[in-house]
C-alpha cells in the first residue's frame, strides 16, 4: 500500500510546515519539514542528557530559533523513551533523565501551538513508510541503531503503539541472559551487542588488553583510549580498519540475530535499519543479512523479509514528528486507507493514537 499522496496548502507550493524535534542521547535536533518530508532548515544543539528542565529548555530554544523564519502549524517531539499512549508523557529513557516526565504539557507552555509527543524510532518509521526506504510496503518494522537501539512499526499504514504506548522498544529484548548490563536496569539487552555504544565499547577493552590491531584506531584519537567511541570506530571502518571492519562484523552479526527474533514474532515484509551506525553500510548489513538468513526460523519455507537501509538518514526522526504532528492538528495525511487481508477499504480513517487491534485473522 502506498502512503497517502502529500497535503497542498498554502504557501509557495509547499503547503503547511511543522517543526520535527528530535532528542537523542547526544543531540537535539530540529527541523522545519513540508508535506513532502523536506527539511527546509535544521538547527542542532548538545543534549544536557542528566538535567530534564535543561533538555526542555533547549528543545525550547531549537523551536524559537525556527519559528523566527517560518510560519508553522505544529511542533513534533520525537522523543527517546517510553511514551505513553496519551502521547504526552515519556515514561522513563535509559539514555536521559526523563522519569515520568510530561513532556507535552511542560513545552505547551512555551509553544503556543499544538504539540505532539512521539516515541523517536516511531517517528523515524514512520518518516521511512511515509517518504524512504519503506515506501510501498504494507508490514514494516524499523530499527534505529545508535547510541541504543530504537524501533518502530507501520502496519496497513498506521504506526502501530501497542496498548501502552511502548511497542517498538526493541533493543531491551534480552538476547544473553546476564550478559552486558545496560543502562535499563536489565543485563544482556539487544543493544549491548548490536548498537553504536558496542562499538566503542569493544574498541576500548582491545586497546586496553593491548592489542596491536587497535593501534591505528588509538592513534587517530591521539592516544586517548576513552576517546575511542562508536563515531570513531564507524568513521575508521568506512575507510578499511581491519579492526574496524570486523567489530562491524561482530555488530551485524547480533544485529541480524535480533532481526531474525523480530521476524518470528511481526513477520514484516521488510527491515529498514536507520540510525547514525548505518553510515558504515553495507559493512553492517551485509553480515547482517547473512547472519538474519541462518537464524529466521523457518528459513527455506518462506519468504525471507528484506533488509534495507534508511533512505532518510539523521533527518528521519524529526521529519516524522512533523508530520505525525500536522496530521495531529488537521494539517495533513497521518495514514492510508484501512486495510483487511491485502485489500484497502475506501473511506476508512481512524483518528490518530486510536488505532484499533491489528486484524489477527
Known amino acids: 500500500m502506498r502512503p497517502p499522496a502529500p497535503a497542498v496548502g498554502p ?4 503547503g503547511p510546515l511543522a517543526i520535527g524535534v528530535d532528542i ?4 537535539v535536533a530540529a ?3 513540508d508535506p513532502r518530508g523536506r527539511v527546509l532548515e535544521q538547527v542542532r544543539r548538545a543534549t544536557p542528557s542528566r ?8 528543545i525550547l530554544d531549537t523551536v524559537r530559533v525556527l519559528r523566527e523564519r517560518h510560519d508553522v502549524v505544529a511542533v513534533g517531539i520525537g522523543a527517546a523513551g517510553f511514551v505513553d499512549a496519551a502521547r504526552s508523557t515519556v515514561r522513563f529513557s535509559p539514555h536521559l533523565a526523563w522519569r515520568d516526565e510530561p513532556l507535552r504539557d511542560g513545552l505547551s507552555c512555551g509553544i503556543d501551538l499544538p504539540v505532539t509527543v512521539e516515541n523517536d524510532a516511531d517517528a523515524a518509521a514512520w518518516a521511512e513508510w511515509r517518504f524512504g526506504a519503506g ?3 504494507d508490514h514494516l518494522v524499523c530499527v534505529t541503531l545508535g547510541t541504543g537501539i530504537g524501533g518502530g512499526i507501520v502496519f496497513d499504514g ?5 496498548a501502552a504506548g511502548m511497542a517498538g522498544e526493541f533493543g531491551h529484548m534480552i538476547v544473553v541472559p546476564d550478559g552486558h548490563r545496560c543502562e535499563c536496569g536489565n543485563r544482556g539487552c539487544w543493544e549491548q551487542y548490536a548498537s553504536g555504544n558496542v562499538l566503542g565499547r569493544e574498541a576500548r577493552e582491545l586497546a586496553r588488553a593491548g592489542s596491536p590491531m587497535t593501534v591505528p584506531l588509538v592513534e587517530r584519537v591521539g592516544g586517548d583510549v576513552e576517546a575511542l567511541v562508536g563515531q570513531v570506530v564507524t568513521a575508521a571502518a568506512t575507510e578499511g580498519d581491519p ?7 561482530e555488530v551485524g552479526r547480533w544485529l541480524g540475530i535480533g532481526l531474525a527474533n523480530l ?5 514484516p515484509g521488510a527491515f529498514v535499519i536507520g540510525g547514525g551506525v548505518c553510515e558504515a553500510g553495507e559493512l553492517l548489513l551485509a553480515p547482517a543479512r547473512e547472519s538474519f538468513r541462518r537464524s529466521l526460523t523457518g528459513r527455506g519455507f518462506r519468504p525471507v523479509p528484506r533488509i534495507v537501509r534508511a533512505a532518510l538518514g539523521p533527518s528521519a526522526g524529526l521529519v516524522g514528528a512533523a508530520d505525525l504532528a500536522r496530521a495531529e492538528a488537521g494539517a495533513g495525511p497521518a495514514r492510508g486507507p484501512a486495510r483487511r487481508n491485502g485489500t484497502a477499504t475506501p473511506g476508512s480513517t481512524v483518528p490518530a493514537g486510536r488505532e484499533p487491534p491489528l486484524d489477527l485473522s
Open 24 to 27: 537523542g542521547g547526544t543531540k
Open 135 to 137: 515506501r510501498g510496503e
Open 31 to 33: 527541523g522545519v519539514v
Open 51 to 58: 538535567d530534564a528542565a535543561a533538555v526542555r529548555d533547549t
Open 263 to 267: 521476524a518470528a514474532a511481526l513477520d
Open 158 to 162: 498506521r504506526v502501530r503503539r501497542g
Open 243 to 249: 579492526c574496524a571492519v570486523e567489530l562491524f562484523e
Open 11 to 14: 504557501g509557495p507550493g509547499r
